[in-house]
């Protein structure tokens, strides 16, 4: 699964923004508004990635983690981006 195209990460005044452009912005109104976990995992979706794998990677970016929590915030998220159609496969 993967971020599909059509949205841009940008970072202003200390905050993370995705804003649609082009073609998506006549269908996705809006701005989304990350923090630093947040932006971690979209930019891992900018690229075809697994749930598994960003798991992973957020264990090792964030050394305390506890797993169980990073699994359940992770599945949300990307529950979330399919639920607003932001997702590809």
Same mark, same amino acid.
């Given at each position: 699964?993967?971020?599909?195209?059509? #949205?841009?990460?940008?970072?202003?005044?200390?905050?993370? #923004?995705?804003?649609?452009?082009?073609?998506?912005?006549?269908? #996705?109104?809006?701005?989304? /508004?990350?923090?630093? /976990?947040?932006?971690?995992?979209?930019?891992?979706? /900018?690229?075809?990635?697994?749930?598994?794998?960003?798991?992973?990677?957020?264990?090792?970016? #964030?050394?305390?983690?506890?797993?169980?929590?990073?699994?359940?915030?992770?599945?949300?998220?990307?529950?979330?981006?399919?639920?607003?159609?932001?997702?590809?496969?």
């Amino acid at each position: 699964m993967k971020i599909k195209e059509g #949205f841009i990460l940008r970072d202003v005044a200390d905050k993370t #923004f995705v804003v649609a452009v082009g073609e998506l912005s006549k269908t #996705f109104n809006g701005i989304i /508004t990350l923090n630093e /976990t947040g932006k971690f995992i979209w930019q891992l979706l /900018t690229k075809d990635t697994t749930e598994e794998e960003i798991v992973e990677k957020l264990l090792i970016e #964030f050394e305390d983690a506890q797993r169980d929590v990073v699994e359940k915030d992770v599945k949300s998220f990307i529950e979330k981006l399919k639920g607003d159609r932001i997702l590809e496969g």
